[in-house]
């Protein structure tokens, strides 16, 4: 069946790094993006941008242009993403998701659905001194 | 960006019962609407997307309705395994966003 495993939590100080791995199995892995969503304690969940899994290009919300990272191996069918100068607030569960259906190319150029299926178990990220 | 105020946040229900819930946009967003299902400790599950598209397996007794600015998730006959926060997602345009949730709870 259809499956994002994702890494183990993690525990960082302020300003450190932390990189999350999510890996498929059960389809063809470049024939869908990957998104990536945080869920903070109390907070609404958060999208943070998507990954072509075919070519590598990338989308970032505005709030992590800069400080967040998407990349892919492929090989592994595995996607990551990681976020640097992580502050408290960076604390949260973060998701691997993949998109809803197949991407796809056209003239217009390349193209998602944006809605999410299936998630990832998710990683939860602590930031704390 | 397009804001989503869903409503109620909290809402306490029988096993049996009608449950709707509302989620409405700061703008207009034609059918771009997802709903998900969280239960604690879990991730979000997909239940409905283009506003009334029932995602494969889930259950006949969800559905979904609505166009532009107001969108309703309605659960026929509430059952045990439903009792869960429920979330709407808009993707007409970036970023992304979600509503508040909903936590349906067992009365």
């Known amino acids: 069946q259809v499956q994002l495993v994702q890494s183990g939590a993690e525990v960082k100080e302020p300003g450190a790094s932390v990189k999350v791995s999510c890996k498929a199995s059960?389809?063809?892995?470049?024939?869908?993006?990957v998104f990536w969503v945080r869920q903070a304690p109390g907070q609404r969940l958060e999208w943070m941008g998507w990954i072509n899994t075919d070519n590598g290009n990338t989308k970032y919300s505005q709030k992590f242009q800069g400080r967040a990272t998407f990349t892919r191996d492929t090989s592994a069918s595995t996607a990551y993403m990681e976020l640097s100068s992580l502050r408290f607030e960076d604390t949260a569960v973060y998701y691997c998701v993949r998109d809803g259906a197949a991407h796809y190319y056209d003239s217009g150029g390349y193209w998602v659905h944006n809605w999410f299926d299936p998630w990832g178990q998710g990683t939860l990220v602590t930031v704390s001194s | 960006d397009i804001q989503l105020t869903q409503s109620p946040s909290f809402l306490s229900a029988s096993v049996g019962d009608i449950v709707t819930i509302t989620c409405r946009a700061s703008q207009g967003m034609s059918s771009y609407l997802a709903w998900y299902q969280q239960k604690p400790g879990k991730a979000p599950n997909l239940l409905i997307y283009g506003a009334s598209t029932l995602q494969s397996g889930v259950p006949s007794r969800f559905s979904g309705s609505g166009s532009g600015t107001e969108f309703t998730l309605t659960i026929s006959s509430l059952q045990p395994e439903d009792f869960a926060t429920y979330y709407c997602q808009q993707y007409k345009s970036y970023p992304l966003t979600f509503g508040g949730g909903t936590k349906v709870e067992i009365k």
């Open positions: 059960g389809y063809i892995f470049t024939n869908y993006a």
